[in-house]
């Protein structure tokens, strides 16, 4: 089966602190990956997606970055956290066939 | 930017009854799909709907799709409270990027 693990699962930093929240998927080579942010009773916000090592595209300009080390690892990272960053990150992975996504069980940030 | 709303925001019913969610997006579209979230949890995929298809059926859910009115439904029948949850709408122009709509908080009342 292809499994989407994230960790943290839940993750609590100070203003200024650092970011690194890490995703792998498990059973399928060379996917299409994706971070979503949720806020609060919101819906998803893409973050960044990425169709291969090294290869990163931005969707929104912030203080979040994004890198791809291994063919089945995501990397979320930030250098310093803002309170506005608090929220529900999730890892997708998508079938190339359909297009349909597959998510993984999401990083609950709270920056305080 | 959001390409698909959902309407509306929040829907109560009662265990049996059935439950219709609606969606609308802005540009044309590849295909449409939906997503439920459990509180807390990540999403799930429930049924894809292509542009040049009007209407899909998965157990107990209907989709429809009506791309002169840039719009679809999603029908629940026979509600269950496991069906709590909140439904997404997600639109693809190019297909490696799903837009996600706001979503419809759905409560089911034993």
């Known amino acids: 089966s292809q499994t989407i693990h994230q960790w943290p699962a839940t993750l609590v930093q100070p203003v200024g602190s650092p970011l690194s929240l890490e995703c792998t998927v498990e059973?399928?080579?060379?996917?299409?990956l994706y971070w979503y942010r949720q806020a609060a009773g919101r819906g998803l916000q893409l973050l960044f997606y990425?169709?291969?090592?090294?290869?990163i595209s931005s969707e929104v300009p912030q203080n979040l970055s994004a890198s791809r080390p291994q063919d089945r690892q995501f990397i979320l990272s930030s250098k310093k956290l803002l309170l506005s960053d608090s929220g529900f990150y999730l890892c997708a992975r998508q079938e190339i066939n359909t297009g349909e996504l597959f998510f993984g069980e999401g990083s609950r940030l709270t920056v305080l | 930017s959001q390409q698909g709303e959902e309407d509306p925001q929040a829907l109560s019913i009662q265990e049996g009854e059935n439950a219709t969610m609606n969606c609308s997006y802005k540009?044309?579209?590849?295909?449409l799909q939906w997503y439920r979230q459990n509180s807390g949890r990540g999403l799930v995929h429930l049924i894809l709907i292509r542009s040049n298809e009007r209407e899909k059926h998965s157990g107990r859910l209907r989709v429809t799709l009506d791309t002169s009115k840039k719009s679809s439904s999603l029908l629940i029948t026979a509600s269950r409270a496991a069906d709590t949850a909140s439904y997404f709408c997600?639109?693809?122009?190019?297909?490696?990027?799903?837009?996600f709509g706001a979503g419809t908080t759905v409560t089911v009342r034993a």
């Open positions: 540009t044309s579209i590849n295909n």
């Open positions: 059973g399928t080579s060379n996917p299409n």
């Open positions: 990425s169709v291969g090592i090294g290869q």
């Open positions: 997600a639109t693809a122009l190019i297909s490696y990027k799903l837009s």
